[in-house]
């Protein structure tokens, strides 16, 4: 079993930048391709960012693209996502994902999530 927490969320202006990081508790964290996804109050959840066990590739929303980047230091067990040029369309509660299978289609593992909040 893996746990999730998510630090690194707060209050920023628009076009700002923040760094969630999402630390994961256990031995086998480089077992796992880890995702970012983020619910927006009134909206589903959606999907942001993917990264492989290896980090040799990564996946974007196409909202995202250009802006955020997921990367993951295995010996720390920790999984960040870089956001930059930050909008009022990026608030959100941010959550972080491991996926056991590795092929982005479900996700086993979830975070308590981290509140970013963008203001214009």
């Known amino acids: 079993q893996v746990q999730l927490v998510e630090s690194g969320g707060g209050l920023v202006q628009a076009g700002g930048s923040l760094r969630l990081s999402c630390a994961a508790s256990g031995r086998t964290f480089s077992s796992y391709a880890m995702g970012w996804f983020r619910q927006a109050p009134g909206k589903e959840r959606e999907f942001v960012a993917r990264i492989r066990r290896s980090g040799g590739s990564t996946y974007y929303a196409d909202s995202v693209k250009g802006r955020f980047t997921i990367s993951r230091d295995n010996a720390k067990n920790t999984v960040y996502l870089q956001m930059n040029s930050l909008k009022p369309a990026d608030t959100a509660v941010y959550y972080c994902?491991?996926?056991?299978?590795?092929?982005?289609?479900?996700?086993?593992?979830w975070g308590q999530g981290t509140q970013v909040t963008v203001s214009s």
């Open positions: 994902a491991a996926d056991a299978g590795g092929r982005g289609t479900r996700y086993d593992y």
